[in-house]
Nanobody
Framework: EVQLVESGGGLVQAGGSLRLSCAAS????????IGWFRQAPGKEREGLSC????????YYSDSVKGRFTISSDYAKNTVYLQMNSLKPDDTAVYYC?????????????????WGQGTQVTVSS
């Protein structure tokens, strides 16, 4: 059974940093795409970043480019999202999602598996 478990959320002051983790299990950590998303109350889900195993290509939305960094650790079957210079507008529930058997270096348009989410709150 494929499982994605997010961790690392919490309360941080504006300007601070957090590192989110997405621990994946139930599949061979190869040929995949994993993305990070967030959803704030009353707002639509927003795609933030993606990493693919093919070519290790990465993508960032304009709202987080230059502040967030996605990375992967094959040995730990984990994808990270390092978030720096956090702003109150970054407050949301953050989710990771995966596509398995993805050979394209580009990020996929849709994802098959989702984690439960982790809350990030940035105080001003």
């Amino acid at each position: 059974e494929v499982q994605l478990v997010e961790s690392g959320g919490g309360l941080v002051q504006a300007g601070g940093s957090l590192r989110l983790s997405c621990a994946a299990s139930g599949f061979i950590f190869d040929n995949y795409a994993i993305g990070w998303f967030r959803q704030a109350p009353g707002k639509e889900r927003e795609g933030l970043s993606c990493i693919t195993s093919a070519d290790r290509d990465t993508y960032y939305s304009d709202s987080v480019k230059g502040r967030f960094t996605i990375s992967s650790d094959y040995a730990k079957n984990t994808v990270y999202l390092q978030m720096n210079s956090l702003k109150p507008d970054d407050t949301a529930v953050y989710y990771c999602a995966a596509v398995i058997g993805w050979y394209d270096p580009r990020c996929p348009p849709d994802y098959d598996y989702w984690g439960q989410g982790t809350q990030v709150t940035v105080s001003s």
